[in-house]
């Protein structure tokens, strides 16, 4: 049994330890805005946040979290979309395909709020995400926007 803390409420779930939280997540919970790309941690489509820091759950065992640690997914992130990140990602258009945009807005929101006014060399080493669509000069403006500074910035 497994304790969690997702979105502001405590699930307990029966799964195996080595499950990796994203299944847990999805599949357990039923948040399906946190998406499965690759399974090696690469490509970020899984990314949450573990008390804050961006996190790939896909290669992350259920068992490396406890109950205590805050756990929050797309979901969680702003429920009505109010969030300035996800405001931004909508003014510009950011998303193609939009698949890998809930993993691409919780690595941003957890840029911002560790380097609220991020230069662009931040952004890139910060946000290393894959899109496939190749959305990465509105994702920096996004980014960019939601910190409140100009794009040339």
């Known amino acids: 049994m497994a304790k969690l803390t997702i979105n502001g409420r405590v699930h307990e ?12 997540i999805r599949e357990q919970i039923g948040l399906t805005g946190t998406k499965y790309g690759c399974g090696i941690a690469q490509c970020g489509a899984c990314t949450v946040h573990v008390d804050g820091v961006a ?33 931004a990602w909508v003014a510009l258009d950011v998303p193609q395909c939009g698949y890998c945009q809930s993993g691409m807005i919780m690595a941003a929101a957890a840029l911002l709020a560790e380097t609220p006014k991020p230069s662009v060399a931040d952004i890139r080493a910060g946000i290393t995400n894959i899109c496939r669509c190749g959305t990465y000069n509105r994702v920096q403006a996004a980014i960019q926007q939601a910190a409140g500074i100009s794009a040339a910035g």
């Open 13 to 24: 779930v029966q799964v195996d330890p080595e499950t990796p939280l994203l299944w847990v």
């Open 55 to 87: 996190t790939r759950s896909c290669s992350m065992p259920v068992s490396a979290v406890t109950e205590a640690q805050r756990i929050t997914t797309i979901e969680g992130l702003s429920p009505d979309g109010s969030h300035p990140v996800q405001k």
